[in-house]
């Protein structure tokens, strides 16, 4: 089993920065895929970025790309989420989600989920 808190969410304006975090207990953490995942008010959740458990291969959604980092620290066992450049249709729930299967399989969803974290972006 493993647990995840989110954090680092908030109010901030269009054009600033965010870090989101994500904190992992249970299961050995290093060898798992980490993903950030978000809900917007009315739409499905949706992938935003992911990193790989091993060799921290990530990857990116197209509307994030650029302005999103996604990072981890095996030694803290947290994942961070690094946004810049916020826009408003980034307002959202933002979860963290792992796997222990392909990182691949977080393109589509997780098999454990923290209970996410608001982000609130204000033009």
């Known amino acids: 089993q493993v647990h995840l808190v989110e954090s680092g969410g908030g109010l901030v304006q269009a054009g600033g920065s965010l870090r989101l975090s994500c904190a992992a207990s249970g299961r050995t953490f290093s060898s798992a895929a980490m993903g950030w995942f978000r809900q917007a008010p009315g739409r499905e959740r949706e992938f935003v970025a992911a990193i790989s458990g091993g060799n921290s291969i990530t990857y990116y959604a197209d509307s994030v790309k650029g302005r999103f980092t996604i990072s981890r620290d095996k030694v803290k066992n947290t994942v961070y989420l690094q946004m810049n450049s916020l826009k408003s249709e980034d307002t959202a729930v933002y979860y963290c989600?792992?796997?222990?299967?392909?990182?691949?399989?977080?393109?589509?969803?997780?098999?454990?989920w923290g209970k996410g974290t608001l982000v609130t972006v204000s033009s």
């Open positions: 989600g792992a796997t222990y299967a392909n990182i691949v399989h977080l393109r589509t969803t997780a098999d454990y």
